[in-house]
């Protein structure tokens, strides 16, 4: 089963919108609602750290195989 390369893949995406919505939450980029409102400044980073959570264990249990 392949699961470990599709956790590590969601991971990433996961991290990724948790660092963009950090940067619209502190008002880094621009064009959205989501700017300049602290409460994503706060959440983006909570769910950055839950996809690196997600990608690390991902690749752990592709090495572990």
Request: charged share 15%; aromatic share 4%; proline share 4%.
């Given at each position: 089963?392949?699961?470990?390369?599709?956790?590590?893949?969601?991971?990433?995406?996961?991290?990724?919108?948790?660092?963009?919505?950090?940067?619209?939450?502190?008002?880094?980029?621009?064009?959205?609602?989501?700017?300049?409102?602290?409460a994503w400044a706060v959440i983006g980073p909570i769910v950055?750290?839950?996809?690196?959570?997600?990608?690390?264990?991902?690749?752990?249990?592709?090495?572990?195989?």
């Open positions: 089963m392949k699961r470990s390369p599709v956790l590590a893949v969601v991971g990433v995406l996961v991290a990724i919108v948790g660092v963009v919505w950090t940067l619209q939450g502190l008002g880094y980029l621009a064009g959205s609602p989501m700017t300049g409102v602290r950055a750290i839950v996809g690196v959570v997600l990608l690390v264990s991902g690749l752990r249990r592709h090495r572990e195989r």
